[in-house]
């Protein structure tokens, strides 16, 4: 259980709820299964996906941690079958009365298509892992886009009634401080910077440029910063820990622990599949509990929009 993407939530207000209330809070919100006309499900799910887990426990806590899990089952019923349908029936309407529907009449047609062809529809389905730490009073999601983030956060506060959260900003943003990194200051000893960038102007709309395999410290790149282009998205290493892509609006994507780590969960795990969930995500969590205040430190620390 390794978390490949960070988006960050503090607790505005202390988050007091015990490992067994939220886990029967949850239960409320269970996942169930598509109904045949319903275009989709979400609910919260076992986050232990391994055979022997208990697959009705929906919270797995291990010292100050709990994680979490939530499941989007949806039909796929692409708009272009929906259409073909609906031509082919104003096609025979039309033959039949000599008028082809249109307007409300059309969309309740429409709307009658959709619910003949949603059982037939296939269905795809999506977890969304997420974790509570409740030393430092932050929710983390594993989520590649803030939306998806979003709908957890969403959920999660439907399911409890109230969840005072908020995405963590920091006082310093991180495009000044990639920058300022790219031009050779403020960089600390623990962080290393690789060969990957993205540069964009500050205008809005303004030209973006994307390096890979690229020396960041060349004249070139130089050139780019002097002109008044700022570092959006940085491939940086932290600690010879772990390795990510740190974006402007602080969201951390492509996470990769260092093999070290990895070969120590896999040896403290061995064979058992529960074991080796538990040495992933113990260890896991215990390496963002330094990076992530480690990352707000260099930001000059949290903003008061973020903590109040």
Known sequence: MWFKNLKIYRFSKPFTLSPEQLEQQLADKSFQPCASTQPSSYGWVSPLNHPDAVQNQLTHTIG?????CSRLEERILPASVINDALNDKLDSIQSETDRRPVGKY???IKDELILDLLPKAFT?????YAYLDREQQLIIVDAAS???AEELIEFLRQTLGCLPVVPLKTTTSPATLMTAWLKGENLADDFIIKDECELQEAAEDGAIIRCKRQDLSSDEIQMHLDNGKQVTRLVINWNDA???LLQDDLNIKR???SDELLEQAADDGAEDPAARFDADFNLMTGELSRF??????????ES?????
């Open 64 to 68: 100050q941690y709990t994680i979490f």
């Open 106 to 108: 059309k969309q309740s």
């Open 124 to 128: 795809r389905s999506k977890r969304t």
């Open 146 to 148: 803030s939306n998806k």
């Open 242 to 244: 772990l390795e990510c």
């Open 255 to 257: 996470l990769k622990f």
């Open 292 to 301: 992530i205040p480690r990352l707000i430190e260099v930001l000059d620390g």
């Open 304 to 308: 008061v929009s973020s903590v109040k």
